[in-house]
């Protein structure tokens, strides 16, 4: 199929803000068979077990039909689906949510985790996807954030994908949140073992339920636990752990946002090179507060690491061919090691 319909298609399943979609071209969307394959991939239920909620199909559909009117040239020779049609019909007769409600319902996000270089157009049977239960805009009442996966969890993944760092290397996550980037390294990019963390019992619980859809439930492969930062680590399950599967990389992204956990978490990173001292330590970060940020890079100053920016740019949105994030934030990649360790 056409990588413009493929390349929407993922951004559907990804719940882009339809806003950002990439509509397809009027030649394609006359095109009774282009038109077919939208309603299969992207509305049928039976087709698709995991789509996003009616909600947003809602928003996608309404302006898709319209610009599918819009490239009829013919009416005689040219019309609109009647799968399309009905999907529509039934949707807006369907009494949905409310907003209120709706934010606070778990929803599907598929993720296509197309390694940079690959065909856009690749078969979409046999593509790299995650698919993650989330609560989009729920916050918990730790005030966690973890219900979603955020840009920087985004721009680290296209990172992993675009290298051999992650193959073979047994990863341990510091606030793992929705799990996106453990079940990556674990899924896709030939982790040896990880261990996905946070300091929430609730995330760590819908992470859980994330590594069940992902079909790594079962997996002796990936462990998920609670880790509070800046706690004593010698004696607790992180030992063991460590000892089992000696950590080689941790990873963590949108973890440097508020300042009262950075020294915590600098704590960890300290107790953990104390553990392994080659450990590889890779943070990523939206920049929305820069002296929050410096105030991370200056604290792993005085805790005596080295500390280096990864020089990977974020693509723009528009440029984007899988693993869609806005970058209007600047989104920034550190990696940390032990001053003095071998690299």
Request: glycine content about 4%.
């Amino acid at each position: 199929m056409d990588p413009q319909l493929e390349l929407f298609r993922r951004q559907y399943l990804q719940l882009v803000e339809p806003d950002f979609l990439a509509w397809p071209p009027k030649q394609l969307l006359r095109d009774p068979h282009v038109q077919a394959w939208l309603y299969r991939r992207l509305f049928n239920p039976e087709h698709n077990e995991r789509l996003p909620p009616q909600r947003y199909q809602v928003r996608v559909i309404k302006p898709l039909v319209t610009k599918v009117e819009a490239s009829i040239e013919d009416p005689e020779e040219d019309e609109i689906s009647d799968e399309l049609m009905s999907h529509l019909s039934t949707l807006i007769s369907t009494e949905l949510p409310s907003e209120t409600v709706a934010v606070q319902q778990k929803t599907y996000v598929t993720f296509s985790c197309m390694p940079p270089g690959r065909d856009a157009s690749a078969d979409v049977d046999i593509e790299q996807t995650v698919t993650l239960l989330e609560r989009r805009h729920l916050i918990s009442g730790s005030l966690t954030t973890g219900f979603r996966t955020w840009e920087a969890a985004l721009h680290l993944g296209s990172y992993l994908l675009s290298s051999n760092i992650i193959r073979g290397k047994s990863v341990l996550e510091l606030g793992a949140g929705t799990g996106f980037l453990s079940i990556l390294c674990a899924k896709h990019l030939q982790a040896k073992h990880v261990t996905a963390t946070d300091g929430d019992e609730g995330v760590v619980e819908a992470l859980r339920e994330n590594l069940f859809l992902n079909e790594l439930d079962e997996d002796d492969k990936v462990l998920t636990s609670i880790l509070r930062w800046g706690q004593g680590l010698r004696g607790t399950w992180v030992e063991e752990d460590c000892e089992a599967y000696p950590y080689d990389v941790v990873i963590g992204a949108d973890i440097t946002y508020e300042k009262t956990g950075i020294s915590a978490m600098v704590a960890t990173l300290r107790l953990l090179f104390d553990m392994r001292s080659e450990l590889k330590v890779i943070i990523s970060g939206a920049v929305r507060n820069a002296e929050t940020f410096e105030t991370f890079r200056s604290a792993c100053i005085r805790s005596e690491f080295t500390v280096q920016e990864v020089a990977f740019e974020a693509k723009n949105m528009r440029e984007q061919t899988a693993l869609f994030y806005a970058t209007a934030v600047p989104l920034k990649i550190l990696q940390i090691s032990r001053r003095g360790a071998a690299q």
